[in-house]
């Protein structure tokens, strides 16, 4: 995932849903992480795709103090 550069990328870890938006980078749904390796494995890529959306933000020179954010477009599951 590369954080704020698309409307098009997102990534699952377990039952967390992280979609990529050139203005925002959203999660949704939930995410154990258990002490064993799959919970190692899962933590890893959650810390994976947070440092690069910090690195992201850190780098930027021209943050504003807040953003408004758009709403997102509901699209019709076409598979049902």
């Known amino acids: 995932l590369q954080p704020f550069q698309n409307e098009s990328q997102s990534v699952s870890i377990g039952e967390l ?3 990529n ?3 925002q980078v959203e999660l949704y749904g ?3 992480i258990t002490r064993d390796k799959t ?3 899962r933590a890893r890529e959650l810390k994976a795709v947070l440092d690069a959306t ?3 933000l850190e780098a930027a ?3 504003p ?3 408004e954010l758009r709403p997102t477009d509901n699209v019709d599951n ?3």
């Open 39 to 41: 919970g190692l494995q």
């Open 54 to 56: 910090l690195a992201q």
């Open 17 to 19: 849903t992280i979609e």
């Open 78 to 80: 076409p598979f049902k």
């Open 61 to 63: 020179t021209d943050l």
């Open 30 to 32: 939930s995410l154990a």
């Open 65 to 67: 103090e807040q953003i």
């Open 21 to 23: 938006r050139v203005d």
